[in-house]
């Protein structure tokens, strides 16, 4: 079996406005995250998330673990808008999940935090973007999520 090869695409830090709970639904616990803001820097790029381009739309499943489902509008250096758009999985055990819903800082050694994002943008400097896949280690923090999301080649 072949070994997956990456490299470092950026380290992204997101900032979270507070949750909306929508509450059980059909699909499971529904919580809605509003974003904020962030930075996220790289050696091929690096920028800012923009406020009110992006939320959350998270889904607590009946295993306890959580389903992310997130958008972002990214604004390089140089001006150039990308959409990060992923789908994520974080579990842990219940002890840790209650320390992390308390706003605890909680090391991700932890807790398991991955994501997979996809890029899509019209910056024919960024082209490249649309192409890829990555993947992503994630850290919660008390008002916000960070992660290194590596290109997988």
Known sequence: MAELM?????????????????????????RVVPVSGGTFEGGRLAGEILPHGGSDLLLTRADG?????????????????????????RHAAPEVSDRIARGEAVGR?????????????AS?????????IAIGLGERRPNGAAYDVFEIL
């Open 124 to 132: 024919p400097a960024y082209a490249w973007l649309n192409r890829i």
């Open 65 to 89: 673990s959580f389903q992310q489902d997130v958008r972002l509008t990214l604004r390089t250096r140089d001006g150039a808008l990308i959409l990060m758009t992923y789908r994520g999985v």
């Open 109 to 121: 050694s932890e807790y398991y935090l991955r994501i997979a994002p996809f890029f899509e943008t």
């Open 6 to 30: 990456s490299r470092p695409l950026f380290n992204i830090s997101i900032a979270l406005h507070p949750i909306h709970e929508l509450g059980t639904t059909p699909a499971g616990e529904r």
